[in-house]
């Protein structure tokens, strides 16, 4: 069972920029294609990014493109997930989520597609 642990939340104004980060001390993350999902009080969780298990490949939702950008260092087993432009609507609890794949391309933000998952951390974006 992979287990997977985020870092890097905290409080933000409007307009800073976080770098989350999703590592586990147990497995390598190569082979997982790894997502991101956040969920705010009251809404459901939602995908925000992925990154292929190969890194070559990533995808992002409308409302976050061309201010997230999701990467992985192989060396230190982490996948990152820098958030910069955060607005107030970006608050909520983050995870990271894996999802086994050999073939190296494979990508998706629907939660129901992987099967482990981090506890979550919180991001709060307020002045």
């Known amino acids: 069972q992979l287990q997977l642990v985020e870092s890097g939340g905290g409080l933000v104004q409007p307009g800073g920029s976080l770098r989350l980060s999703c590592t586990s001390s147990?497995?390598?993350?190569?082979?997982?294609?790894i997502g991101w999902f956040r969920q705010a009080p009251g809404k459901e969780r939602e995908g925000v990014s992925c990154?292929?298990?190969?890194?070559?490949?990533?995808k992002y939702e409308d409302s976050v493109k061309g201010r997230f950008t999701v990467s992985r260092d192989k060396n230190k087993n982490t996948v990152y997930l820098q958030m910069n432009s955060l607005r107030p609507e970006d608050t909520a609890v983050y995870y990271c989520?894996?999802?086994?794949?050999?073939?190296?391309?494979?990508?998706?933000?629907?939660?129901?597609?992987?099967?482990?998952w981090g506890q979550g951390t919180q991001v709060t974006v307020s002045s």
């Open positions: 990154i292929s298990s190969n890194g070559e490949k990533t």
């Open positions: 989520a894996g999802a086994g794949d050999m073939i190296g391309t494979w990508l998706s933000t629907v939660g129901a597609d992987f099967r482990s």
């Open positions: 147990r497995r390598t993350l190569d082979v997982y294609a």
